[in-house]
Nanobody, 117 residues
């Protein structure tokens, strides 16, 4: 499985961005996909996840502002980010977890999101 994230950039506080993650390869093996982020000097944290049963989870910091969605036909996952704050700044990574729990999760290369005036 390969993951390609895109859509990051520089945005002012209160603005919006939409991240995309395209999965390729043996995508039928994917059970769940997620977005994580990592700010400088901080641990990587879960932003949002969606699984094959369309169960969705959000990190507490983004609830009510971010929305995760998927397009299964195109093997893509999206993250709509609204009301962005400076503390949302970081590198956002796409993640895929397989049905086979013995397999390690896959990670995309990350896309930079900077929220600043």
């Amino acid at each position: 499985v390969q993951l390609q994230a895109s859509g990051g950039g520089l945005v002012q506080p209160g603005g919006s961005l939409r991240l995309s993650c395209a999965a390729s390869g043996d995508t039928y093996e994917i059970d769940a996909m997620a977005w994580y982020r990592q700010a400088p000097g901080r641990q990587r944290e879960l932003v949002a996840s969606i699984d094959s049963a369309v169960r969705i989870k959000y990190g507490d910091a983004v609830k009510g502002r971010f929305t995760i969605s998927e397009d299964n036909a195109k093997d893509m996952v999206f993250l709509q980010m609204n009301s962005l704050k400076p503390e949302d700044t970081g590198v956002y990574y796409c993640n895929a977890v397989l049905y086979d729990s013995r397999e390690a999760p896959y990670w995309g290369q990350g896309t930079q999101v900077t929220v600043s005036s």
